[in-house]
């Protein structure tokens, strides 16, 4: 059975969505463009962090429904958010892949204080609450329950740091760079924020010319070539950018996304090898890329290891997939209990995901020889 799978960015931090698409501008609401009153509902805040600065980099915003996720959008370079929740957006995803939306802030655009939703949205609303997702950092939940009243504001939601991932997210090297190469990393950003790519690939060349350690520059230049089409171009400056800062944790997930999504297994293995040895307790993904990087190259029993270790460290059951990859593991180890067991637990946490159909025949097929066997044992 192929162990080939899907890795969703609702679960893995900063993958699936580049941060030039979680920084791009949407326009926030025309009165005369509005959806109906009783389909969507607009929502705006903040995130910081404890000392009240702006996050080290976007913000994912997940909407949580009776213990299922959604993403909703990402924060702008300020920390500041917008978003709206049209009235067929209240079911909740799959769990097997991500929103892939990167709908941003613009709280410089008024939100109309004249729009009214009546009971469609407010009962879709009424049990979900709103979280801020950061690597290294948790968040309080915010209720997004609703009545009758327009555009909410959400206020301020605090990331509180809690592990050791809050400081492999920024990487050093920013400290040391000269006063020029900042300016023009400043000015990419503020490119990236204008929905300019030309210049902001202009402006963050620069800095890396000026500064060839800018590791920070050089992993958005790899965000703004993949936003052009540039996959070759990408992955070469992230790789310039873990090798001017290997602590830096950012281009390992890109690179092992990018070496899983094209079938490098050996490539992949090395580089989620590589994102583990910087942190192996907050990223379950990482382990998932490993298994199935290490399966596809033979080695089941470190494969084995690998799906383990992220069900651990999996603590939220964020990564339905990881008990897909072990059960498919165990299945070419011929532990057809186990593997059984892993696929029901798949299904009961992802009973809508794309390939449940499938899975679900498998664990037939199971039931069936396992039938049989009983039927011939003396």
Known sequence: MELRTVVFAAAIPALGVGVYGQMTLSQGPAPETLESTERVTYFSGSVTLEDGTAPPDAVRLQRVCNGLARDEGWTDAKGHFWFKIGRNDGGSGTGDATDGTSRSADLEKPLSNAMQYTNPITNELKDCELEAVLAGYRSDRVSLKVDSVGARNLGTMVLHSVSKVSTLTVSATTLLAPANARKAYDKGLEAVHAKKPDAAAADFS?????????AMAWYQLGEIRLARGDLAGAVEAWRESAKADPKYVKPWEKLTAFADQKQDWAESEKDSDAWLQLDSDDFPGAWLFNAIAKAQVG???????????????????????LSYVLGLILLQKHQLAESAECFRNYLKLAPNAHDAAAVRQQLSEFEKLAATNQTHTP
């Open 206 to 214: 620069k800095a890396v010319q000026l500064y060839p350690k800018f």
């Open 299 to 321: 080695k089941l029993d470190q494969a084995e290891h690998s799906a383990r270790e992220g069900l651990k460290v999996d603590k939220n059951q964020r990564i339905p997939r």
